[in-house]
């Protein structure tokens, strides 16, 4: 059986747009308790794909109110609020898997 880090792989590899932690646990169907720790297995999904052809790309979290673009995550996870204007519209980081070197 595909464990839950294969089956995002498989979904973020075969997906066009990039999807974010919540897309992904409803493509896959994964309890709240299993979409918890999508950050947590997409740590180790990029580590693990470093030596392969495949690298995991993130578009970073922005904030939905002045458009400030969070870059340098110390943990992955959507940031609660905006560092500039304190808004807590944040669109949450989206992911894609790809063998193209951009
Ligand atoms: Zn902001």
Redesign the pocket.
């Known amino acids: 059986m595909e464990s839950r880090r294969e089956k995002i792989i498989r979904l973020l590899s075969s997906t066009r747009e990039p999807l974010d932690a919540q897309q992904i646990a409803r493509e896959l169907g994964l309890s709240p308790r299993e979409a918890k720790l999508i950050y947590d297995d997409l740590m180790h999904i990029a580590r693990s794909l470093r030596n392969s052809p495949l690298t995991l790309y993130m578009v970073p979290p922005t904030?939905?109110?002045?458009?400030?673009v969070f870059r340098d995550l110390k943990r992955l996870r959507k940031p609660s609020k905006?560092?500039?204007?304190?808004?807590q519209?944040?669109s949450p980081p989206k992911f894609l898997i790809s063998a193209e070197r951009r």
């Not at 905006?82 to 808004?87: A, I």
């Open positions: 904030c939905r109110s002045c458009g400030y905006c560092p500039r204007c304190r808004s519209r944040i």
